[in-house]
């Protein structure tokens, strides 16, 4: 059965950082596009940043770009999101999940996409 597991998540000052994980199991986790997305009160689910299957390519909300890394590590299953200058307006409950789709999906950055999603992990950016 297929799992993803989040992890990482935290109160933190703004300018601070935080990395997540995700953790995959029950599947071959070379064989998923993985995509990291945040839902904040009262708003809709976004996309934050996709990387490929291999790793090869990775796409950012422009919200995120030049603060947050995805990486991804297959032989232990896990794929990372590493958020630095964390601001207020980032708190939000992040889910990792993962799709079978081709390249497309890192570049659509769409929950429509995402078969399968984690429980989520909470990230508060407060002084």
């Known amino acids: 059965q297929l799992q993803l597991v989040e992890s990482g998540g935290g109160l933190v000052q703004p300018g601070g950082s935080l990395r997540l994980s995700c953790a995959a199991s029950g599947f071959t986790l070379d064989y998923y596009a993985i995509g990291w997305f945040r839902q904040a009160p009262g708003k809709e689910r976004e996309g934050v940043s996709c990387?490929?299957?291999?790793?090869?390519?990775?796409n950012y909300a422009d919200s995120v770009k030049g603060r947050f890394t995805i990486s991804r590590d297959n032989t232990k299953k896990t794929v990372y999101l590493q958020m630095n200058s964390l601001k207020p307006e980032d708190t939000a409950v992040y889910y990792c999940?993962?799709?079978?789709?081709?390249?497309?999906?890192?570049?659509?950055?769409?929950?429509?996409?995402?078969?399968?999603w984690g429980q989520g992990t909470q990230v508060t950016v407060s002084s």
């Open positions: 990387i490929s299957r291999s790793g090869g390519s990775t």
């Open positions: 999940a993962a799709s079978p789709l081709g390249l497309d999906v890192v570049f659509r950055l769409s929950t429509a996409d995402f078969t399968s």
